[in-house]
DNA sequence: CTTATTTCTTAACAATTGTTATCTTACCAC
DNA sequence: GTGGTAAGATAACAATTGTTAAGAAATAAG
């Protein structure tokens, strides 16, 4: 069954939030579990006052931070909006009752889990294969939505480089 | 249940390996599961020829590619002994009808794939966060076990840098 | 013990990135 | 519209890394 088929069934309360929302801020932790109907998002760390953004999420995708979530502890993550967001929002109570009692919920939230997996393995693997430069442009080849709809200094952190690095880059190429 | 104590409920068969033998190749699938007893092992990749070192195993962890062995695919990474090593095997079969069976194990298994979500959570952060002289300090303060057993060069490519640049960060320290 | 292989260091140069600063452009709030 | 903030481009210089090569040191094999 697909994320949206599945969400569709549980009746969660849908709620929209600006653009640039904190909805999880960095050292608290986890209460809400979200579905990404309309906007994206990114998920960031703090680095000495500089942000470090590791992840993007766009219409269809599940987003929490799911250390936080499962093992109740503070997040090492900030959640925010990008654009102006339209999301499902499950509450923590939910989502424990729905993992303990949802088979469904259960195998759909190992699924993610595993998935979630193999993108950081993906992603780090990538670092230690290519340079910036080459991880632009295959991030350019894969994920052209991501260049369009994201502000580059975002995609410089979450290339690992710096917004002044990534801007040479472009106009290398 | 710690991992060494649940081993040994398993009365899994015993197998010594020498230095540098491939227990798993890229391209192959997955058929062991591994626990090491004895020595330490690494999992890598090839990139144009050249290897790229992704995880260290040391005596009392679980060692397979878990994403080949879960989803019956050919494995992204190969798998090598780096000592000797004495190592607990599973096969495959034993793998799924304890999967199935025995809860504890399934129980065990998810926490696994959870710690290993993290290990690379971490390590993907450590790589946006650092830079790579600042990596093997931090690799130098959290795990030197690591650098006394194991070869530079492999190192050097688990941190994302050649060999004669690890070479220099160590000579500036 | 001797030889061969592997591992590690060092040097020189090229290429890339980081840092700091300035400037332009785009966008938002009032 | 106007002012203020954010985003992006560019330049100059410092610092770091990659590449290639050569040699020393350590380890393994016979």
């Known amino acids: 069954m697909s994320l949206i088929n599945f969400i569709s069934t549980l009746q969660l309360q849908e709620i929209t939030y600006p653009a640039k929302t904190t909805l999880l801020l960095e050292g608290n932790k986890a209460k809400f579990f979200y579905f990404v109907k309309e906007g994206c998002l990114r998920m960031w760390l703090n ?3 500089k942000d470090i953004t590791t992840q993007f999420f766009f219409e269809g995708s599940a987003i929490a931070s799911l ?3 499962l093992k109740d502890e503070p997040s090492d993550y900030s959640i925010e909006t990008i654009e102006p967001c339209s999301l499902f929002v499950m509450t923590k109570q939910d989502f424990i009752i729905l993992k303990k009692t949802n088979p ?3 195998i759909w939230l190992d699924e993610l889990i595993l998935e979630r997996f193999y993108y950081y393995s993906k ?3 990538s670092y230690l294969r290519t340079k910036p430069q080459q991880r632009y442009l295959d991030l350019l080849q894969k994920h ?3 260049l369009q709809r ?3 200094h975002y995609i410089a952190s979450y290339l690992g480089i710096t917004a002044v690095s990534l801007s040479r880059i472009r ?3």
Chains 1, 2 share one sequence.
């Open 150 to 152: 994201i502000p580059q």
């Open 171 to 173: 106009s290398r190429k």
């Open 47 to 49: 680095n000495d006052g």
């Open 67 to 69: 250390a936080s979530f």
């Open 104 to 106: 469904a919920f259960k």
């Open 144 to 146: 052209p939505e991501i």
């Open 123 to 125: 992603h780090l693997v």
